[in-house]
């Protein structure tokens, strides 16, 4: 689709997204949480719900991080990792709207330049 947040979201709440958190030990215990999966519920009927997750809910970084192969609490890739799982680091959209989602440029560590002051408040 043309919104990669609407992309990310659907990533999430899928099967294998869903089936990659229950399998993580990093989140496995978050699907036990009702709360947990209440927040997937809604985020898959309004894929725009994610943003605000990631702003109020560390669960969700983590399983983000989880479900797009990347670790995005240390910049460590997550041992024990499938090489499948990284195939979205090749994909620069998923990077530029995670960063957007985050508050952070993944792609370079640097501050995205030129950004609306407005884009930099969830930081």
């Known amino acids: 689709g043309s919104d990669p947040f609407a992309d990310i979201a659907n990533r999430f709440t899928g099967p294998e997204g869903i089936a990659k958190l229950a399998s993580s030990p990093m989140t496995s215990a978050f699907m036990k949480q009702p709360d947990f ?3 997937l519920e809604m985020i898959k009927a309004n894929p725009a719900m994610l943003q605000m997750h990631l702003q109020s ?6 399983a983000l991080g989880v479900v797009l192969g990347i670790d995005i609490r240390g ?3 997550p ?7 990284m ?6 959209r998923f990077k530029a ?3 957007v989602v985050l508050g952070i440029d993944i792609r370079g560590g640097e501050p995205p330049s030129g950004g609306n002051p407005d884009d930099m408040k969830v930081s």
């Open 87 to 92: 195939k979205v680091s090749d994909d620069e």
């Open 79 to 85: 041992s024990g990792g499938n090489p499948d799982d």
């Open 75 to 77: 910049g460590e890739p």
């Open 97 to 99: 709207a995670l960063g």
């Open 37 to 39: 999966l209440a927040k």
């Open 57 to 62: 809910d560390e669960r969700f970084k983590a």
